[in-house]
């Protein structure tokens, strides 16, 4: 009789130190992959194709994917679609709170809807509440695609 209290009571605590095991790994283990996240696109994207020559006009830009954020590509107002310093390319992550900013054709800015903040095309901010400069993309023309590279220029 003493024995099989003995075998129950180590089957609970067994039981017990299992759930609690359980539970430990389970709080614990999404914490670590959030504050380690994988090793994503972001990390060996150093240079993209961002547009072919002739897909924007002038005055027009494009999002377009960089790794695990958006890029935003300007051809400049009057500017020559197959020449690499026509065109400016940026983050579109605003340097505020994170919104994906736009080219605003009519103004020839770069715009961020979320609490109007206005970016020159030198990713300059001119207006609103952006604390910083879009960070500044290098642009080059290989053949018949225009490439973004992080490198700051
Ligand atoms: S997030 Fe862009 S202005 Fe606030």
Redesign the pocket.
């Known amino acids: 009789m003493s024995d099989e209290k003995v075998t129950r009571r180590n089957a609970l605590n067994y039981l017990l130190g299992s759930g609690i095991t359980a539970l430990g790994i389970g709080t614990v283990y999404p914490i670590i992959r959030y504050i380690i996240p994988p090793p994503g696109q972001e990390a060996g994207t150093s240079s993209i194709s961002a547009a072919k020559i002739g897909e924007l006009k002038p005055n027009e830009g494009k999002i377009f994917k960089f790794g695990n954020s958006p890029g935003i590509i300007v051809l400049k107002p009057g500017g020559d679609p197959k020449n690499a310093s026509s065109y400016v390319a940026f983050t579109a992550v ?6 994906t ?1 736009q080219y605003r054709d009519d103004l020839c800015e770069i715009w ?6 206005h970016f020159d095309l030198n990713g300059n901010v001119l207006s ?3 604390p910083k400069p879009l960070t500044q993309f290098k642009v080059a023309i290989k053949g018949e695609e225009i490439f973004v590279s992080k490198e700051e220029t």
């Open positions: 605003c340097s505020h709170l994170n919104c900013v961020c809807a979320c609490h109007n903040g609103g509440p952006p």
